[in-house]
T-cell receptor, first 113, second 113 residues
Framework: EPEVTQTPSHQVTQMGQEVILRCVPISNHLYFYWYRQILGQKVEFLVSFYNNEISEKSEIFDDQFSVERPDGSNFTLKIRSTKLEDSAMYFC???????????FGPGTRLTVL | AQSVTQLGSHVSVSEGALVLLRCNYSSSVPPYLFWYVQYPNQGLQLLLKYTTGATLVKGINGFEAEFKKSETSFHLTKPSAHMSDAAEYFCAVSEKAGTALIFGKGTTLSVSS
């Protein structure tokens, strides 16, 4: 069964450093998403991406964040200058759009020191 | 704006007992509704979804949920709990295909023998 994959599973970085989180969505999906979950809190939407552009973003997704689909398979989330409060589990999801069913990856745990 | 309220952050049941996890939503348009399950240190797995049509939806692992528009609810049930059901459960809502999922805070289900 096809699945969304994410790398790395755990990333530790120093405050102020740039990080890139990588995702490989399911191959025939057209919609891509990033969510985050701060420890003990609910899952929060960051951004959605369709047809090579951002289709929707939340207030969390400020200028420090960017997304890219550099080739036909990868979908990345970049945080330019990490802050302590960026420490969270970041989930990538993909879907075909119909019925809005989204399939989630296993997540990348980002720890900012 | 959409929102989801999950009543009870923690629910404990005995093995074999009925499971009832409550979810109420707010949406200005007919919603798409979802239940996801998260096992420790894993990603989110879709349990079931409601988009249109039959209001009683069946999902994986014996779970089902009923969409009640008059009560703005989408409660998750399972007739007989199993130890393997112990996990965190998230209710989510969205307005239309391709858009952000808005999650509730989650309910942790504990199952005792």
């Amino acid at each position: 069964e096809p699945e969304v994959t994410q790398t790395p599973s755990h990333q530790v970085t120093q405050m102020g450093q740039e990080v890139i989180l990588r995702c490989v969505p399911i191959s025939n999906h057209l919609y891509f998403y990033w969510y985050r979950q701060i420890l003990g809190q609910k899952v929060e939407f960051l951004v959605s991406f369709y047809n090579n552009e951002i289709s929707e973003k939340s207030e969390i997704f400020d200028d420090q964040f960017s997304v890219e689909r550099p080739d036909g398979s990868n979908f990345t989330l970049k945080i330019r200058s990490t802050k302590l409060e960026d420490s969270a589990m970041y989930f990538c999801a993909s879907g075909q759009g119909d019925r809005n069913e989204q399939f989630f990856g296993p997540g990348t745990r980002l720890t900012v020191l | 704006a959409q929102s989801v309220t999950q009543l009870g952050s923690h629910v404990s049941v005995s093995e074999g007992a009925l499971v009832l996890l409550r979810c109420n939503y707010s949406s200005s348009v007919p919603p798409y509704l979802f239940w996801y399950v998260q096992y420790p240190n894993q990603g989110l797995q879709l349990l079931l979804k409601y988009t249109t049509g039959a209001t009683l939806v069946k999902g994986i692992n014996g779970f089902e949920a009923e969409f009640k528009k008059s009560e703005t609810s989408f409660h998750l049930t399972k007739p007989s709990a199993h130890m393997s059901d112990a996990a965190e459960y998230f209710c989510a809502v969205s307005e239309k295909a391709g858009t952000a999922l808005i999650f509730g805070k989650g309910t942790t289900l504990s199952v005792s023998s």
